[in-house]
């Protein structure tokens, strides 16, 4: 993979966050999807969620929030669960990792939702993160975040889930030695969502790519 430069972060008043380079203004409530690497967990979960018409693929899905001049991170990951970061030092990781990152935001017509959805997330902030991701009150994985957050105002919806890697038709190995590990029923059919599917709401749009 070719290596992808990040911008510095500079701070503005009155128009947000500018990622220099990139000539993207992040703003409060903006959404950043991660391209799908080929192995581990990020090929496992494109392998199943990807549209077959799509050139890019997404693994992750986190949220911007500010907090007067500050940018943060709200995300559920392996490891760190359901947890807040400073925006300049995820993206520093991101970069020497040399991961894409898409920023999307909300339509025009859905910004009040944004207020409610950043507080209903700051709730979940401390919770493990949901290996299973079958539904669970009390786990979180990373699409499961966002979608609970905005689930008020319906931004994005929750589709059966699947496992099935569609070159073979059968389960994913990856997925089948993932839930052999957590001696765990794998969730097939049941609701969820993936970040693949939420980039696809209609009710956001993409401002940009940051290489």
Known sequence: MKKRIFGII???LLYGCTI???????????????EAETKKLSGAISRVTKDEKSIISFDHIAMIETDGKNYFVLEATTGKGSHRENLK???????????????YRLKKEYLPCLDDA???AKTMLGKPYNYTYAPNENEYYCSDFIERAF????????????????????TDAYWLQHYQQLNAKIPEGELGCNPNGMSK??????IGTLK
């Open 201 to 206: 709401s209609d009710k956001i749009y993409k």
């Open 20 to 34: 220099n380079q990139s000539n993207i203004r992040i703003k409060n409530g903006d959404f950043i999807f991660i």
């Open 118 to 120: 950043i507080s209903t």
């Open 151 to 170: 689930r008020n105002c319906s931004i994005f919806d929750l589709q059966p889930m699947t496992f099935t890697n569609p070159e073979t038709g059968k």
């Open 89 to 103: 030092t995820y993206l520093k990781r991101h970069k020497k990792e040399n991961r894409i990152l898409h920023i």
């Open 10 to 12: 500079t701070t503005t």
